[in-house]
């Protein structure tokens, strides 16, 4: 949907857009009136808790729950029995939630108890015993793509497989255009490398809960913390074989989910509980379960070939990405393929990829899933042939930047994009010339996004006093809430305090997409505009009925009716708070609604660059100084753009330099908790720097683009290169903590 002709993206002066109000949830979280996950109680409710597997690999002979069902307070247990045969676009979701066959990695549910408390399902869980026959495992991509690997299911590749290969392998992408053989063979240099990346856990604070309602009638309602109750309510009938509009769910606020909650883990399982109790039953995950049983991102192995030529022009690219996606099919491998090149203009590219099925939890989206690995690879060896040829890396990313008609890597041509200019921005900020201290280095990198759209609907309804309500179906995860209420006020002209954004049930709304793709402001947004157009339409039709005169003889202007001309006669302006007051007698209530498959969301690029310090004696390394320079097309709500690119930076952070996922070699996770899975805390973290750039997307009336995922994307790489100039020795494996950053450089 190109820009319209109410609107010019950068020439248009914005009044609330682009300022900086306060959060509309802020008083609710800072209060603890806002309601999470784990808040909701029902009368009779009763206590969910799931029985998982100790074992990596297991064959499931039997479970006998006869002990737990004869104890006093339990008063439902289900196993994969109880569930019947699912649509086929769901059976891994519920394989996933509760085994079947067999138990695929350490934490995969086997058996749910509902009880009156959560003491008697504790014991409860205890005395379910279950059978099961130890099988080989394998967690690491590499080894499960040996044709000797355990083989976790049989016969699952698809057509894109080669014969031959391991039947871990499941699918197999490739991307480019070109010939890549001739770009090397014009290349003064060919560098190759290799790398690895580990699983990391989005490291959500709230954990996974819901609480559920369903009668022997299949009539359910559903209250959870997710970025997507609709996918919620369509993938929980689909798995428990009832319509969907008989399945009413509620998105409570959620503390963080960062793609780590697009799918369900407990509530199919919640929803069964309670149908075959007639009683509400409430779940929440323990800290444990969810990083032994919750998607983490993908770990990965990647092996990047570039040609590069003295003056820094890159003549042909390629790599092979392997990732593993958990126990199922559907790592991210095929998006980290499609990333991998996006920000530079190549004549010879080819990127290959390679899904692989480990013993190891289904993976999730983590912010621009794939994308972060993929960049840390190409990024790499784009910053050693660079500083191999004694060249500027900004200079040498300039030099082969993608810009407007560049045909992409993954194919498409590129409209107006900003990579460009947050290069530029890059190399004239005053932290590219800083001076650095002892044993510091400085490192640059580029990323890339998507962005999504997908279907959206929304409802704008005025008040007789003249205030706003706009009702949408996406969960808040970055401040949707205030730049809808942004957008819908800059539309119809009237101050941001007269606007409230309320997340409604999937009962009131059409269906509407997950939160995620970075899509919430670029889609809703869009849709938030036209369901005000629709509204100010309806305002200049009622004002037109009051003066007597054709609607088209109406304008909306500054949050009033005017006649569009001495012609259309000598009537004062009519606000929405007038015209809404006498409604009643002009036609009914005022509203404005909008549904839309949304197309045309810009893909967005950013540069980050950072400092860091090498101890040189413990490898331990400490972020100095960090600077994100990305593309937002238009920022809504500045603050919440700068946090945005900030999080990203922070998740980043974590990921290059001490998150990871440890199996021993029993298959089993050996970190699960926060005191051994480290995340960044505040002492770990400098003060993260911004710069927004505003490039409009077309496709788009303000010319948003999203910003949640693009910021992950660069960090590993800009550290990676950054504590490669610091400690004289170029890093190939995340994460980079202390005892690998020191055994790398005393190897030299």
Known sequence: MPLDDQS?????????????????????????????????????MLIGRILRSPHAHAKIRGIDTSKAEALPGVKAIVTRADFGAPDEGVADILDNCMAGEKALYDGHAVAAVAATSAAVARKALKLIEVDYEILPHVTDVDEAMKPDAPVLHEGLSDETVPEGVSQNVVHRVQFGHGDVEAGFAEADTVLERSFKTAATHQGYIEPHACLATMGADGIADLWVCTQGHYMVR?????????????????????GGGFGGKTTVFLEPVALALSKKANRPVKMTMTREEVLRATGPTASTSIDVKIGMKKDGKITAASAELRYQGGAYPGSPVDMGAMTAFAPYDLENVKTVGWDVVTNRPKQAAYRAPGAPMAAFAVESVVDELAKGFGLDPLDVRLKNAAREGTKSSYGPT?????????????????????????????????????????????????????????????????GSRASMS?????????????????????????????????????????????????????????????????????????????????????????????IAAIASNTGGPVAGHFEVNAEGAGVSFATHMVDTEVDPETGSVKVVRYTVFQDAGKAVHPAYVEGQFQGGAAQGIGWALNEEYIYGADGRLQNPGFLDYRIPVASDLPMIDTVILEIPNPGHPYGVRGVGETSIVPPLAAIANSVSEAAGVRMTDLPMSPPKVLAAMQKG
């Open 486 to 578: 942004m957008m819908a006020a800059e539309e119809l002209g009237i101050p941001y305090d007269q606007v409230r954004t309320v997340i409604a049930d999937t009962g009131a709304l059409g269906q509407n997409e997950v939160t995620d793709g970075s899509r919430v402001t670029f889609a809703v947004g869009l849709a938030t505009i036209k369901a005000a157009r629709n509204a100010k339409k309806v305002l200049c039709e009622r004002a037109a009925m009051v003066w007597g005169i054709d609607a088209d003889a109406v304008v909306w202007e500054d949050g009033c009716a005017r006649p569009a001309g001495d012609n259309a006669g000598k009537f004062p302006p009519m606000s929405l708070k007038e």
């Open 414 to 478: 590129f409209p107006a994009i900003g990579l460009e200019a947050t290069l530029k921005a890059a190399k004239d900020h005053p932290h590219w010339t800083a001076p650095l201290g002892p044993n510091q280095g400085r490192g640059v990198a580029c990323g890339f996004w998507f962005n999504f759209g997908g279907d959206t609907c929304v409802s704008l309804n005025i008040t007789p006093d003249g205030t706003v309500t706009l009702t949408e179906g996406n969960p808040d995860i970055g």
């Open 234 to 254: 369509n993938t929980c009938a689909a798995i428990l074989g009832i319509d969907q509009g008989k399945l009413r769910v509620t998105a409570s606020e959620i």
């Open 8 to 44: 010019t993206g950068e020439a248009r002066q914005f009044k609330v857009v682009g300022s900086r109000p306060i959060r509309p949830d802020g008083i609710d979280k800072v209060t603890g009136r806002a309601r999470f996950g784990a808040d909701m109680n029902a009368p009779g």
